[in-house]
């Protein structure tokens, strides 16, 4: 494969595209999505390029700059202080680390629709502790390449899309024209209410735009950034464009189940019995695969910034412990219990596994949009204070027209930490408010209480060493 120009032995352009599409495409928010109807589409649009391409160019701008700072960390603390920056590492390891309950809350239910067991309450918590301890277990094996990793879930996620997408069509044909979701234009228009209950998870769809940041080593930033991120947003939109009409040819609104709606999708068009049921049967077990692999790309670089941060003093020194393979076990056995955690207070939530999923989710995506939102705050610093500093890219148009729609990135993710606990027009569900207020505060305050106690071991290690 061609290597990309500048670059010395790095991924190839394949490679990174591969690996943006495993980053930001999430089959598993593909139903929620879907449930807000023919909307979704405008809504993936509006989002797409106000917040996804908006903010692609404001780290692109960043990470031109200061290359080797370490992403979100990094910038918080050279426009912040270290503190800070120790700040936001530590909550985008906490918010991954509880994020693998829900994690493997959606690796249950998709095995259950799949292999058509019922597991029941205590079951699925069991298998759902089992997937994560696993995740973590092979975490602490010697590390591997990732990109292997990467490559097959994005081939996998774009496996599976391509069989919605079909479904799709055999759903729509079957009908004569007739999809299970009436369309028309109308549809279409955004409206307040109920039909954005589910806008948070379109928001978390395109998270992860930091990854498609630019680096130094691009032969012509000014031309080259803009194009890359073009590319990435119509990429990511139209793969959740067309699935999310592929769901909503096959299943009816009312109907689909946000944690299992793909497979929902799936069976609905190839069907459950035969050769097409044996195929929706595979499909079933690779989108396994895939939760699982993502559980831990996920988890496992934060653990190791967190391990790293445990090195450098900035977290407790139980963070720095390592194996003998290197791998950061202190961080892994932290993640482990926090999960647990997460997993066994989930079952005091009333409801079915939805209600589970939506509730832990929430909660670790509303954690997850803190160090975007002071990413956004650190730009504008940065660009203040720092005057110094080469930009071989900066974000172009006038800076009254960045400041607007970097701004207006922002308000969109900080409206989307109001959504996850009250919608406007829909009754506030006092259960889901306190379940996702509590833990937000209480990871937010352990992560205090961490810093302050690395604080105290510092003027300790200084103490001794005098």
Do not use: H
């Not at 990413?375 to 204070?385: D, G, I, P, V």
């Amino acid at each position: 494969m061609a290597k990309k120009k500048g670059g010395k032995g790095g991924m190839s352009q394949m490679d990174m595209l591969l690996g943006l599409v495993c980053a930001i495409f999430f089959l598993d928010t593909i139903p929620s999505v879907a449930t807000m109807g023919w909307a979704s589409i405008t809504w993936i649009i509006i989002v797409g390029a106000l917040f996804f391409f908006t903010g692609s160019l404001a780290c692109a701008e960043l990470g031109a700059a200061y290359p080797d700072d370490g992403g979100f960390a990094g910038w918080a603390a050279r426009a912040f202080g270290p503190k800070m920056g120790a700040r936001i590492g530590y909550i985008y390891w906490a918010c991954n680390a509880v994020w693998l309950s829900s994690n493997a809350t959606l690796f249950v239910q998709v095995f259950q629709a799949t292999f058509g067991v019922e597991l029941g309450a205590v079951g699925a918590t069991v298998l759902n502790l089992v997937v994560v301890y696993a995740m973590l277990a092979i975490l602490l094996l010697p590390s591997k390449s990732s990109t292997f990793m990467y490559n097959y879930g994005a081939i996998v996620k774009i496996i599976i899309g391509v069989f919605l997408i079909i479904a799709g069509v055999i759903c729509f044909t079957r009908g004569g024209g007739a999809t299970a979701n009436p369309f028309s234009a109308k549809e279409m228009v955004p409206t307040l209410g109920a039909s954005i209950v589910f806008i948070p998870s379109l928001v978390y769809n395109f998270l992860g735009f930091e990854t498609s940041a630019a680096n130094g080593r691009m032969e012509n930033p000014g031309r080259d950034v803009p194009r890359a991120a073009i590319k990435n947003v119509l990429l990511v939109a139209i793969l959740y464009i067309l699935t999310s009409i592929a769901v909503l040819w096959a299943v009816p609104i009312a109907d689909v189940n946000i944690t299992t709606g793909i497979m929902q999708t799936l069976q609905a068009g190839l069907g459950s019995a035969g050769v097409l049921g044996g195929i929706v049967m595979l499909l079933g077990f690779l989108y396994l695969t895939v939760l699982f692999i993502q559980g831990m790309l996920w988890v496992g670089a934060p653990c190791n910034t967190a391990a790293i941060a445990g090195e450098t003093g900035e977290l407790p020194k139980v963070f720095s412990k390592r194996n003998k393979n290197g791998q950061p076990v202190g961080v892994i056995i932290i993640s482990a219990v926090m999960a647990t955690i997460m997993t066994l207070a989930s079952n005091l939530i009333p409801g079915d596994a939805q209600s589970v999923f939506w509730a832990i989710f929430s909660c670790t995506s509303l954690l997850l949009l803190i160090p975007y939102i002071v990413n956004f705050e650190a730009y504008f610093k940065l660009k203040r204070t720092d005057k110094q500093t080469e930009r071989p890219y900066v974000f172009p148009g006038p800076a009254w027209l960045s400041t607007l729609l970097i701004r207006i990135a922002e308000f969109i993710a900080l409206a989307t930490c109001v959504l996850f606990v009250w919608v406007p027009g829909v009754p506030l569900d006092m259960t889901q408010l306190l379940f996702v207020g509590i833990g937000v505060v209480v990871v937010l305050v352990l992560g205090e209480v961490l810093l302050k106690t690395a604080e105290k071991q510092n003027r300790q290690e200084k103490k001794e060493e005098i």
